[in-house]
Nanobody
Framework: VQLQASGGGLVQAGGSLRLSCAASGRTFSGYAMGWFRQAPGKEREFVAVISRYGGTTSYADSMKGRFTISRDNVKNTGYLQMNSLKPEDTAVYYC???????????????WGQGTQVTVSS
């Protein structure tokens, strides 16, 4: 599976962004999809995950109520809607797919290239 993340950019604190993750190569619906992020000098951290058909989602505690993960299997695209953004949300955001609905990055099989999100105060 090839993944292409997009939608990042510069936004002021309190603003919103929607990230997209376009998949190609294999059946997108055969995989759970996750979003991770990595800030400079920090380890990659889990953001959110959605099951193959969207029935189950899970979020990191700091994202609950602000971020929403979704997917459109017809369009082979996943999304991460980010609201009420904070400067500490600044990071490179990555999408990934894997066979399991997990929060551990090492359990994912395919990764996108990442998209930069910068939140100014």
């Amino acid at each position: 599976v090839q993944l292409q993340a997009s939608g990042g950019g510069l936004v002021q604190a309190g603003g919103s962004l929607r990230l997209s993750c376009a998949a190609s190569g294999r059946t997108f619906s055969g995989y759970a999809m996750g979003w991770f992020r990595q800030a400079p000098g920090k380890e990659r951290e889990f953001v959110a995950v959605i099951s193959r058909y969207g029935g189950t989602t899970s979020y990191a505690d700091s994202m609950k109520g602000r971020f929403t993960i979704s997917r459109d299997n017809v369009k082979n695209t996943g999304y991460l809607q980010m609201n009420s953004l904070k400067p500490e949300d600044t990071a490179v955001y990555y999408c990934a797919v894997g066979r399991l609905l997990v929060t551990t990055a090492s359990r994912y099989d395919y990764w996108g290239q990442g998209t930069q999100v910068t939140v100014s105060s």
